[in-house]
């Protein structure tokens, strides 16, 4: 069953002082519930315009949006948005078990003393026991990340929609968000939405990989990855599958993203 | 802070230095004594109004005013000034009011105000909060609407709802803007409680300075003004202190 429906969205932006962008065009997706779906392209493709559309952050043009069946108008409840730079969405001025109490405590019948024990039982999931009374700012990036990952856990979503969430850390840092990313996802049926320019990162990760266009973008096609669950996502990259995955996706980032625009 | 205190070694010094050479001026005729009295004979005055007490009435005339207006101007401008930031009917319908109000020395506004609210502390209460209300007011403005746009984003997709954002994201976010608004504003304060002071003349440090220059009291003048810079001083130092405790989280930004 899908959970989130993009159907033949459109997105223009005005002009400045010249004639407006089309920057997306009558594009449709439909997520499946409890799914792990990438959305691949090209830098500069309108990846987080779609994703920030699909989040209420942003209307569309044309088209529609539903979650759990209803149409979209302002972010929804099922849904949240991690963003690509998670230092600038967290607080700094409160601490990060406070950062992420914050997600709950103003629920009905959460008491201030409840969030934090919420907050802390979170911040063990990710895999930062310990840094409670820490201040976002005493944390390395990859932390920071983990903290802003803990804090939409907390508000208990059905769909997380990550922009980039791994493009501003190290490789090693990145490898172990993805083991995290896919427990957490396991242990809790979530359904996810990422956002990524990188194909390794798109098929480790994924049931499904959505292929966009260069501007204006709309979904090339849509690739099973067919790739074993449960699955580790550092051993994965040795199977054939895998390779013949990156392959054949690398190819179509390569040669389709100029021609699809018309202006290549 | 022994590295702090340090610091001020020269310039205090400087101070000790022109007050001596002051002292010395006066002894050796060079300046008239009768309007200008050597430091050390303000000193003896000083210690009178401290060891009588009778400084402290005057003192918290003063201070009252000032605490009073500027809590409430601060408020008025935060208030105005996070409605305008944040919607822009409240900016488009406010902001030439502002926009007029705002280059006017509110100095000239005690004379009218005393038609309407009498010589009392209402009165100077009100001009004290209308020199800080602006201030405070347009920094509030330019930090609410600073705010980090991703900031406002996340309380959008966690579904923190307006008057959750306003004062848990918003507010501290403009916070920076706001004390420097604030710190402003307090100088202003002072220069307004002071002038309400001496224009009423009834009670309170102004007053008194003006009181005691008319009387020929020369040295009780100068100690009066040495107590008004003194409150000047303290009154910065506080609000540094509280400044650096409210932004501890900025530190490292």
Redesign the interface.
């Known amino acids: 069953m899908a959970i989130l429906e993009l159907e033949a969205v459109e997105k223009v932006f005005p002009g400045r002082g010249g004639p407006p962008t089309l920057a997306m065009d009558r594009l449709s997706l439909s997520v499946r519930e409890g799914e792990f779906l990438s959305i691949l392209g090209p830098s500069g493709c309108g990846k987080s315009t779609l994703l920030q559309i699909a989040a209420g952050l942003m209307e569309p043009s044309a088209g529609s949006v539903r979650v759990a069946g209803r149409t979209v108008s302002g972010p929804p409840p099922e849904a949240v948005y991690v963003f690509q730079q998670y230092g600038r969405s967290l607080l700094p001025w409160r601490s990060v078990r406070d950062n992420v109490a914050f997600a709950v405590e103003h629920r009905a019948g959460v008491s201030r003393a409840k969030a934090r024990v919420l907050a802390d039982a979170q911040l063990e999931a990710v895999g930062l026991t310990g840094f409670g009374d820490h201040f976002p700012w005493q944390l390395s990036g990859g932390m920071q990340q983990r903290v802003a990952l803990a804090r939409a856990l907390a508000a208990e979503p059905r769909i997380l929609l990550m922009d980039e969430p791994f493009s501003a850390v190290d490789a090693l840092t990145r490898l172990d968000l993805h083991r995290l990313m896919l427990e957490l996802w396991e242990k809790r049926g979530l359904t996810v939405v990422l956002v990524t320019h990188d194909v390794e990162e798109a098929v480790a990760l994924s049931d499904r990989v959505a292929l966009l266009t260069k501007r204006p973008s709309t979904i090339a096609r849509v690739v099973e990855t067919g790739l074993p669950r449960p699955r580790d996502p550092v051993e994965v990259r040795e199977t054939p599958r895998f390779l013949e995955l990156r392959h054949e996706l690398l190819e179509a980032l390569l040669t389709r993203g100029p021609k699809a625009g018309g202006h290549g | 802070m022994a590295r702090r205190l340090l610091s001020l070694v020269p310039g205090l010094a400087f101070i000790a230095l022109l007050l001596a050479g002051l002292e010395w001026a006066v002894d050796a005729g060079l300046v008239r004594r009768a309007l200008m009295p050597p430091p050390s004979a303000i000193w003896a005055v000083l210690q009178d109004l401290g060891t009588s007490g009778e400084v402290l009435g005057p003192l918290f005339a003063t201070l009252r005013l000032v605490f009073i207006g500027f809590a409430l101007g601060s408020a008025v401008g935060i208030a105005l000034g996070t409605a305008m930031g944040w919607w822009s009917a409240a900016f488009r319908l406010l902001e030439p009011l502002v926009e007029m109000m705002r280059p006017i020395p509110k100095a000239a506004l005690v004379p009218p105000l005393m038609l309407f609210l009498g010589l009392g502390d209402t009165m100077k209460i009100t001009s004290v909060a209308l020199a800080v209300t602006f201030p405070v007011l347009v920094n509030t403005l330019q930090g609410v609407r600073g705010v980090?746009r991703?900031?406002l984003?996340?309380a959008?997709?966690?579904?923190?709802?307006t008057g959750?954002t306003l004062r848990?994201?918003v507010l501290?976010a403009s916070?920076p803007f706001i004390l420097a608004g604030m710190r402003t504003s307090l100088g202003l304060a002072l220069i307004l409680a002071v002038l309400a002071e001496m224009l009423t003349g009834q009670g309170g440090l102004g007053f008194l300075i003006l009181d005691m220059q008319r009387s020929f009291l020369i040295r009780q003048m100068y100690a009066w003004l040495v107590i008004l810079a003194l409150v000047g001083l303290a009154l910065n130092a506080l609000f540094g202190w509280a400044e650096s405790r409210a932004l501890h989280?900025?530190q490292?930004?």
């Open positions: 980090d991703v900031l984003d996340s959008r997709t966690h579904g923190w709802g959750r848990h994201v501290p916070l989280w900025q490292r930004n």
